[in-house]
């Protein structure tokens, strides 16, 4: 019996790491067909609306943080 909780240990273990690692496969695939169509949604001539929405607000993040590091330098 003992041999037996071994070896079922063991293949709940591997199950467990086996089932992890399928799920962060299956998560980087779907993060990389995100980038995909960020990418192209970036080259397009007309930008989506979506796009330039996100884009607008990075920037006016980015000219706010600016705007701190220049008054807390003085």
């Known amino acids: 019996m003992d041999e037996f909780g ?4 063991v293949g709940l273990c591997f199950g ?3 089932g992890i690692l399928c799920s962060i496969a ?3 695939s779907i993060y990389l067909s995100a980038y995909r169509k960020a990418v192209k949604d ?3 001539l007309v930008k989506p609306q979506r796009y330039t929405q996100v884009l607008e607000r990075i920037l006016a993040k980015k000219a706010k943080s600016a ?3 220049v008054t807390s330098a003085q």
């Open 6 to 9: 071994r070896n079922a240990l």
């Open 16 to 18: 467990f790491i086996w």
């Open 26 to 28: 299956i998560l980087y």
């Open 42 to 44: 970036s080259l397009k």
């Open 67 to 69: 705007k701190k590091a």
